[in-house]
């Protein structure tokens, strides 16, 4: 009885010009084969007589190309050769035809050949970051594909064959130049997550709603204007992102995606929110910051799994009193918007641990945030400096009801010209005359041509500036600075080896603008031989960082 042998190669630690010769001595049983961030800059004949050979690993290397000779890979499943230079794919892949894994992102592959469309069993295929403007007309022979990434390319259009990709589960079609939504894709049925973000899309047509089984739908970053109603055929979507487009309207329609969990519809230009908004009640995560919106819908407070909501940067002038029976947010941000008041419902909301209501209109809080134990940041002012500012009790002037206050309120609308701090105590003429009078220290560089000629010598003189001295210690500098002087007369009473002499060096000392107590000022003389060679180290590292989704 014999026992086969799976022989692994993995040279990953070492940065390797080419392939070490020592792995053919294992060209027969070589399965998988490692040489990840290297710098190999092409693939030795030999490598291909390893016939064994199922995966072969080469990422982040100087490959400028991939050798025809790769055909003779007959057993291969699985190419990875990402953050390359390679332009393109010789057509005799076709004959890899186990191939079912190719990840070959961020490389400057201009096409795709027609061989490539004969690898029957791929089923993830990884093409982001590529210089591709189109896909081959029978791209949709690929029928076993599963995953398909083309983000960062420059495609306008998908090949009507795409239809026949009937497995296909998840698309990423994100930042390229589609203008509108491939049609093409309604017949995808099987589709689970569509990446269509940072695009041109100006409409969403009805057609997106025969992808039933779709559960993440990402159209950030366009220019859509409208949602169509048959949104709601999406029946089993749990994650719609709108972010970054000029909405103006949300269809009540939206209110039948019942497994949504993560809507994003901030930075639109939205005026009202649909009551239908209350019916998705499995919403964990909802965001409608960045927009024109005056008011919340009181069926939010039909929401009673939201965990994470953000309404920052609209024109909210209250909250309505059903908003306290989401009494499972832990993180809320009412930031810039015109609230004067708060409900006392809030204070039902026992799970808040953040909340942010800086930049609004509060007079005071209601003192049913008492109840707000977990609370561990409440933010009143954007230059706040502490997560939570005491509060104390007070009577409200009109209603006589107890309230809650503190030295930031009443809050003021911020002005970007006259932005004030939480203390309201900034005075930047004040901040600006203590600048300068905070120690400072200036490097002057003299070159003394008559120092050069004998010793070779460059003096640099590094004076400080020093901050005044307290009154009780001037006497004490002045009484040192005489018993130095005294010390030093009988030594300076020539000149130097200039024909300088010490009283015309001292008038050359720096005189500060202010009025200054006495100063000592001390001059380091560096010796030419100790003076750092100036030499210049330059570390390059040309690294193409790629964002990829969590597989």
């Known amino acids: 009885m014999t026992t086969k042998r799976k022989i692994i190669g993995r040279l990953v630690p070492c940065r390797l010009q080419q392939v070490p010769k020592e792995i053919f001595s294992f060209e027969r049983t070589l399965e998988e084969l490692y040489l990840d961030a290297n710098q190999i800059e092409e693939l030795p004949k030999q490598l291909f007589n390893c016939q064994a050979l199922r995966k072969l690993s080469m990422p982040d290397n100087d490959l400028s190309n991939l050798p025809t000779t790769i055909a003779s890979l007959v057993n291969l499943r699985e190419l990875d050769i990402s953050k390359n230079g390679i332009q393109e794919f010789p057509d005799n892949i076709k004959c890899c035809k186990c191939l079912s894994v190719v990840e070959a992102s961020v490389n400057p592959i201009a096409k795709l050949p027609d061989g490539f469309t004969q690898l029957l069993n791929l089923t993830q295929l990884f093409?982001?970051?590529a210089f591709l403007e189109y896909l081959p007309a029978n791209f949709g022979r690929l029928s076993k594909l599963r995953i398909l990434e083309l983000r960062e390319n420059h495609l306008k259009t998908m090949p009507k064959s795409i239809h026949r990709l009937s497995q296909l589960?998840?698309?990423?079609l994100g930042s390229n130049e589609f203008t509108e939504l491939p049609e093409v894709l309604e017949q995808i049925?099987?589709?689970k997550e569509l990446w269509m973000d940072n695009n041109s899309l100006q409409k969403i047509p009805g057609c997106i709603g025969k992808l039933r089984q779709l559960r993440y739908l990402d159209l950030a970053k366009n220019r859509i204007e409208s949602l169509d109603t048959d949104i709601s055929g999406c029946e089993c979507l749990e994650d719609l992102l709108l972010s970054s487009n000029m909405l103006q309207h949300l269809p009540d329609t939206i209110g039948m995606l019942k497994k949504l969990t993560t809507l994003k519809v901030d930075d639109n230009q939205l005026t009202s929110l649909p009551n239908t908004i209350g019916s998705l009640s499995l919403l964990e995560e909802f965001d409608c910051s960045c927009n024109e919106l005056e008011s919340l819908p009181p069926t939010i407070g039909y929401l009673p799994n939201l965990r994470t909501f953000s309404a920052d940067e609209n024109f909210l002038i209250e909250l309505p009193r059903e908003i306290g029976n989401c009494k499972n947010v832990t993180v809320m941000s009412l930031r810039s918007n015109k609230l004067e008041f708060l409900p006392d419902e809030i204070g039902q909301m026992t799970k808040l641990r953040v909340l942010n209501l800086s930049d609004n209109r509060l007079k005071n809080l209601p003192f049913t945030f008492t109840k707000l134990k977990?609370?561990?940041?409440?933010?009143?002012s954007d230059n706040q400096s502490k997560a939570l500012i005491p509060l104390q009790t007070e009577a409200h002037p009109e209603t006589k009801q107890r309230v809650l206050t503190n030295y930031m309120f009443p809050q003021q609308p911020r002005h970007d010209e006259d932005y004030q701090s939480d203390s309201d105590s900034f005075n930047p003429t004040l901040w600006e005359e203590?600048?300068?009078?905070r120690m400072t220290v200036a490097f002057e560089f003299e070159e003394k041509k008559e120092e050069e000629d004998n010793s070779g010598k460059v003096e640099i003189n590094l004076k400080r500036y020093p901050t005044p001295y307290p009154e009780?210690?001037?006497?004490?500098?002045?009484?040192?600075?005489?018993?130095?002087?005294k010390n030093q007369?009988?030594?300076?009473?020539?000149?130097?080896?200039?024909?300088?002499?010490?009283?015309?060096?001292?008038?050359e000392q720096y005189e500060p603008p202010w009025p200054m107590p006495p100063k000592e000022v001390t001059d380091w003389v560096i010796p030419h031989t100790q003076r750092p060679t100036h030499t210049t180290t330059l570390s390059l590292s040309l690294t193409h960082t790629h964002k990829y989704k969590n597989k």
């Open 127 to 129: 093409l982001n970051d």
């Open 472 to 485: 009780d210690l001037k006497n004490m500098v002045k009484s040192v600075q005489n018993m130095v002087g």
């Open 434 to 437: 203590q600048r300068q009078q």
């Open 189 to 191: 049925h099987n589709l």
């Open 374 to 380: 977990d609370l561990a940041a409440l933010w009143l």
């Open 169 to 172: 589960e998840r698309l990423d």
């Open 489 to 507: 007369l009988p030594l300076s009473t020539g000149t130097n080896s200039s024909g300088t002499n010490m009283e015309s060096r001292k008038q």
